[in-house]
């Protein structure tokens, strides 16, 4: 029995990892906002030292930072941060890309392909969370054809990292089927071992989260 409520704590623990991230990558928490333990208990109905797991796994995602006499905030990045970031993703992307053997038989890029039809879906239905999820694969599924574990762990990492950038982009309805667009182009590109152009959309795909949320922070410090 002690077992099957460790397990179930662990899922209770992890769903509300999952759907605090969301609600930053959606802007439902905004930069720089307080996560209360209190809230979170009666939020998730979740006992104090669960919910104090939770925010570990927050902030070991780099979605949420400790302050002191404050607590997890939502974690708010500098506009140097924020391009520090993208230059980073944009070095280990645009590596991945020119690392996959070209062009990718077809065999290997039908994953791929279905994972984007799945994609496709989501967007026609206008489904921000679905669209989330499965842009989240089909990016994995993407740099897996490098055959470098270690290259897809970073990626992913620094991918994560940059959650709380994105809400700006994520929620809007025209970059979700610009993404899609870019995603069919990349699938193209592999398919006919276009290096240059999959390296160059790896490059562009990067720039729209990153320079929506500095319009944001600009706009933000304006006012």
Not at 9 to 16: F, I, L, S, V, Y
Not at 29 to 36: A, K, M, V
Not at 187 to 206: K, N
Request: hydrophobic fraction near 50%.
């Amino acid at each position: 029995m002690p077992e099957i409520t460790a397990q179930s704590e662990a899922g209770a623990m992890q769903q509300a990892v999952d759907t605090l991230e969301e609600d930053i990558v959606f802007g439902r928490l905004h930069p720089r906002e307080r996560l209360t333990e209190d809230d979170l208990m009666a939020r998730f109905a979740l006992k104090r030292h669960v919910v104090r797991q939770v925010l570990a796994g927050l902030e070991a995602i780099g979605v949420v930072e400790r302050k002191r006499n404050v607590g997890a905030v939502v974690r708010a990045f500098s506009a140097r941060e924020v391009l520090e970031l993208y230059a980073l993703r944009e070095v280990l992307e645009c590596h991945a890309a020119a690392q996959i053997d070209l062009p990718v038989p077809p065999a290997r890029l039908a994953p791929l392909a279905a994972v984007q039809k799945q994609h496709d879906a989501a967007v026609a239905a206008g489904d921000a969370r679905a669209v989330f999820r499965i842009n989240q694969a089909f990016h994995r599924e993407l740099f897996a054809l490098t055959g470098n574990a270690v290259l897809q762990q970073a990626i992913g990492d620094y991918a994560r990292r940059t959650h709380p950038i994105r809400f700006g982009t994520l929620a809007a309805a025209a970059y979700r089927e610009r993404a899609r667009q870019e995603h069919w182009a990349m699938i193209e590109a592999l398919r006919q071992g276009d290096r240059e152009a999959l390296v160059d959309l790896c490059r562009r795909h990067l720039l729209p989260s990153r320079d929506a949320y500095l319009a944001a922070e600009q706009a933000r410090g304006a006012a």
